[in-house]
């Protein structure tokens, strides 16, 4: 593959081949002055992600050029791994994963075949086209929405499954997006986080605005510190744009209707997903909320959500007598944040469970 392929797809062995042949390791990535591009170019990767949820596309016109784009993505990744925060790894995830999508698209069938087999998905290209091993289709789109992913849906033959480019690429986009999650954050030492102090700096800052933009927005007089441990982890999974079964989305948008939060607020949660579509998330949030024309679902309980995976690590509160359901949990925490450090009582707008 020649230079400016592996510099669009950084992650493949070849690429790393191709580094090492120009004599460039990992002290000299963090910090010898001839790699000072490939590191600015590296916490661009991850500053884009945080802010566009994609990764630059710089132009390659030269050897040097590769190689400096090719160890941007290592650095990246060092610097994801010293911040090790669980977001951030979510997003820059994510989007090295729609960038890789993006570029792939525009590839031959051959180039998606070979990709396929980087990122260990057994594949083939034949006379009818792009098909999958059946076992790789399912275990990759277990969390994709729509009837579309369904594999009794597919064109199933010996095996494999019959796929055109564009669902064939979004198969691999989330094969790379649960390869990078998997990986980070890489163990790093005190001298790697020493020559990354600066670079650490800027995108902590980013990092803080990111998540201080969705604590400031949509959940108006919702409070989230009151919210049970799995809806705060349903909510962290909506906002990094991490794939949610649908008992998860089910349960964060019952239960965030019914304490109060506006409709459009709960679609713009959902909007990070890879998969998001505006008038279907639409569609099935207002069926869910019913949107004050039909019938609104309640929560699952407690049980319920033990049943489908979805109680993420109960505090003190989840395991005492009182609360066998979500909304339980958040009536009495709100209940506490009532009263003031001195005891006295806070004036709290009332939310839709008060009711």
């Not at 790393?16 to 591009?37: C, M, N, P, W, Y």
């Amino acid at each position: 593959m020649e230079y400016r392929a592996l510099a669009r797809y950084p992650f493949l062995r070849e690429a790393t081949r191709f580094v090492k042949e120009h004599q460039l390791g990992l002290d000299e990535l963090v910090s010898d002055i001839a790699t000072a591009e490939a590191r600015r170019r590296g916490k661009e990767r991850v500053m884009s992600a945080l802010r566009e949820l994609t990764v630059p596309n710089n132009p390659v016109g030269s050897e040097e050029e590769a190689v400096q784009e090719i160890l941007s993505y290592p650095y990246a990744r060092i610097l994801v791994s010293c911040i090790g925060d669980e977001v951030l790894v979510r997003r820059y995830a994510l989007a090295e994963a729609k960038a890789f999508n993006d570029r792939l698209r525009k590839e031959d069938m051959g180039t998606a075949v070979l990709l396929a087999k980087e990122l260990e998905v057994e594949a083939v290209r034949d006379d009818e086209g792009l098909r999958m091993h059946f076992a790789d289709f399912l275990g990759y789109t277990s969390g994709l929405r729509g009837p579309e992913w369904k594999l009794v849906n597919q064109d199933l033959r010996s095996g494999y499954v019959y796929l055109e480019k564009g669902r064939f690429v979004r198969v691999l986009e989330q094969a790379l997006d649960e390869r990078i999650e998997d990986e980070l954050p890489l163990p790093v030492n005190d001298e790697i986080l020493e020559a990354t102090e600066d670079d650490r700096r800027d995108i902590v800052a980013a990092l803080e605005e990111h998540k201080e933009r969705y604590r400031g927005e949509g959940f108006g007089e919702v409070s989230i510190l009151k919210f049970p441990p799995c809806m705060r982890r349903l909510v962290a999974m909506a906002q990094s744009g991490q794939n949610m079964p649908h008992a998860g989305r089910f349960a964060l948008t019952s239960f965030l209707s019914f304490i109060g939060m506006p409709v459009e607020d709960i679609i713009n949660l959902f909007s990070s997903s890879p998969d998001f579509d505006h008038s279907k998330t639409a569609y099935q949030v207002r069926h869910i909320t019913g949107d004050g024309l039909g019938k609104r679902y309640t929560p699952p309980e407690c049980a319920t959500m033990r049943t489908n995976g979805l109680c993420f690590e109960p505090d003190e509160l989840c395991n005492g007598r009182r609360v066998t359901h979500p909304l339980t949990y958040y009536r009495i925490r709100s209940r506490s944040m009532e009263k003031g450090k001195d005891g006295k009582k806070e004036e709290v707008k009332p939310t839709a469970t008060s009711m």
